[in-house]
């Protein structure tokens, strides 16, 4: 599939945030948290198993904290919201307490928003197909994954570092790539979507 297959090119695009586009993007960015939350909790215990197979594959998983971004990108398509949905979900989460600190889990919100941000904006907020959202959160793996190497890893062996960073990056193609993009393909197709540029595009694709 190419890039530019399916992609949708309004002749004219409005960069600018509505009222609405912050009140559905602050919605989505408190019910990721809740998800984040969730899968907070359960970690070490998911992660265990993952880790005792191969050092560094537990990085398989950890893209479930980047689908903030790609969702918010995908359905607002406007300039900053994957950076925001994704942020104000770590905002939530760290309120709410988890096992990392509040600073830390904000500042690996806005890193791991930015990447899926990145890929958005290279495509100059045009192109919205299966695989501009693939490269959106398998890049957002790769920012996460260094994030955490950064301040969770440093020093570790280039072995570890090898294995995380590849398993990142084919978990967040997958999970915070694929899986929301089905997510927002089906949200779409119950008409919740309409007021959006993504409602009146996706019915079939986005």
């Known amino acids: 599939m190419s890039i530019k297959e399916n992609a949708v090119v309004p002749p004219r695009l409005n960069f600018r945030w509505r009222v609405v586009d912050i009140v559905v993007a602050s919605v989505l960015g408190v019910a990721v948290a809740l998800i984040f939350v969730a899968f907070n909790l359960g970690w070490s ?5 993952f880790e005792a197979v191969l050092p560094g594959f537990q990085g398989l998983l950890e893209p479930v904290w980047y689908i903030g971004g790609v969702l918010g990108a995908l359905v607002i398509r406007k300039p900053g919201a994957a950076i925001y949905v994704e942020t104000v979900a770590a905002l939530v989460s760290a309120l709410v ?22 890929i958005f ?30 301040f969770w890893s ?19 193609a997958l999970i915070a790539g694929l899986l929301v993009w089905f997510a927002v393909k089906g949200l779409a197709a119950t008409g919740a979507l309409n007021r959006f540029a993504v409602g009146r595009s996706l019915g079939v694709r986005v």
Not at 45 to 49: L, Q, R, S, T, V
């Open 121 to 150: 904006l290279l495509f100059a907020y045009r192109v919205w197909n299966l695989p501009v959202t693939l490269l959106a959160g398998a890049t957002a793996g790769i920012f996460g994954a260094v994030n955490s190497i950064i």
């Open 97 to 118: 307490g988890n096992q990392w600190g509040g600073f830390s889990t904000i500042e690996a919100g806005l890193v791991q928003g930015l990447g899926a941000e990145i």
């Open 154 to 172: 440093p020093g570790a062996s280039w072995g570890f570092i090898t294995v995380y960073v590849g398993a990142q990056i084919i978990g967040g």
């Open 45 to 49: 215990g998911i992660k265990a198993p």
